[in-house]
């Protein structure tokens, strides 16, 4: 009775989460009663030293277990997967087929999470064939593992496959694809999945309606998501703080801030991804002012902000031009210690420049211990927003000395450059440099500064053919740009060619009618002119008023 007693406080102590001495305790008593050789225990002892992350002890008592279960393998091989050694994982597994004992279906799903991890699409492959080969094909522990590893390499269409071989998927399946479509911004078939589901009988979870929040990502789709918001509170999951979490996010997204912000206060304690959705949000929305005071609150409430939020609060700070919250939020980054962050003092760069405070940018660019293209295309942005273009190539050369390859936005800052500069020669150079040295192709922006160049040096024909020749659609911005520069040339005919274009794209955007009335007031087409003003105040379309919004530092008397 006493020897039994033994193995029941035994047993009931293996099936504990024990620390790595108690393992290293309980490893000896085992030795000691002649278990060690007992797979049930091996198997134990692999498992407690791998969750205590001694993989040397784990696989020392696989090696020296003469009889091993499947049960055994599958905890090494796992053990190794976890621990990221793929290639030990994948050759316990070779040994594995070589032995009289046969893989099973958590052997084949521990193999195809570690592909997933390892990224290795090549691998899964060979995996799903031994899956199939096994006669596991329709086994659903196999198969969820097989969407779920698809979809994680953005294989959406291989992912659905499986799915729908699947005789009977659960719920943690269809989660996977739901989630799958969601993420690569397939949400309709997200809804048409959450569809058929519902018609299956199978309850959804709080999983599944943050995969489906997961895909909205653009304003247009903003009645979808207030309708899954509104399923979410039928569920009964509108005190989920993960659903919550991502209605916020979604609502952000979709900048209807009034909705995240009322999600976000029926929080009891929001986490920092939530903080930082609400306060992104914000931001995107151009409500710079919110964005600040909610970091504020953030702040208050103890929570520490992480390197991207506070380039994201950072951004706002410059887009209000007003450098004393950016200088507040810098003495904060000093007394977190993470001022050497390469994210957070890039971000320092662009916002001090932007506020007219130049030279700090360069003060903390200095200071910084490692510097990466981010943080030399913010200095680059900067000389050119002060008509600096000669320091801008300079950091340029510095670059290339440096053995760093500039981006396509390293370009256009230096195109900027030579924009506020009026260096249309050199800019003509960068544009080419760009394409065919570095093999970067033209983006938006690159044209949009290309051609205020040829705009400026009066080559308005040149421009625009130019710009017939790019793919359709083109961006607003690029005809703008020609627009704004036959306003600066007083050619009026061009000007009206290019207008009916962009009204033809960007009707609401009033700055263009604006620009047009004073090219026709500039020519003396009063009449023109008075006939877009009008469309303007009748339609109720509105220009923001132009104003200085340069703030710098208060002075005490």
Known sequence: MIIYA???????????????????????????THLSHDPFYATRMVRHYAVNGDLHSARKVFDESPSRSVYLWNSIIRAHAQAHRFDHAFSLFNRILRSETKPDNFTYACLIRACSDSLDLHGLRLVH??????????????????VTAYSKLGLVDEASRVFHLTPQPDLVMWNSMISSCGNFG???????????????????????????????????????GQGIHGLCLKSNLDCNDHVCSVLVSMYSRCKCMESAHKVFSGLFEPDLVTWSSLITGYSQSGDYEKALLFFKCLNMEGKKADPILIASVLAAASQIANVGPGSEIHAYVVRRGIVSDVMVSSAL???????????????????????????????????????LASEAFRMFNEILRNGLVPDESTF?????????????????????????????????????????????EGRLEEAYNLILCLPEPVDSGIWGSLLSCCDACGDSE????????????????????????????????????????????????????????????????
């Open 6 to 32: 033994e193995y029941q406080l035994l047993c009931l102590e293996l099936s504990k989460v024990q620390s790595l001495s108690r393992t290293k305790q309980l490893h000896a008593l085992i030795i000691k």
């Open 129 to 146: 064939c031994g899956v199939a080969v096994s006669g596991l094909g329709l086994d659903s522990i196999c198969s969820s593992a097989l």
């Open 186 to 224: 397939f949400w309709d078939k997200g809804l048409e999945l959450f569809s058929m589901m519902r018609c299956r009988k199978v309850g959804p979870d709080g999983y599944t309606f943050v995969g489906l929040l997961s895909g909205l990502k653009d304003s247009s789709l903003i009645s979808v």
């Open 349 to 387: 760069i662009a916002m001090y420049s932007k506020c007219g405070f130049m030279r700090m940018g360069i003060r903390v660019f200095e200071a910084m211990p490692e510097k990466n293209i981010v943080s030399y295309n913010s200095l680059i942005l900067g000389f050119g927003l002060h008509g």
């Open 412 to 456: 256009s800052a230096l195109l900027s450059a030579c924009c506020h500069s009026g260096l249309v020669k050199d800019g003509r150079e960068i544009f080419r440099k760009m394409r065919e040295e570095f093999g970067i192709e033209a983006r938006a922006e690159h044209y949009v500064h290309l051609v205020k160049l040829l705009g400026m």
């Open 494 to 557: 061009l000007a009206e060619i290019i207008a009916q274009k962009l009204f033809e794209s960007s009707s609401e955007k009033t700055a263009y009618r604006v620009m047009l009335s004073n090219i026709y007031a500039g020519d003396g087409r009063w009449d023109e002119s008075k006939r877009v003003r009008d469309y303007i105040t009748e339609g109720q379309l509105r220009k923001t008023t132009g104003f200085s919004w340069i703030k710098g530092f208060s002075r005490s008397a």
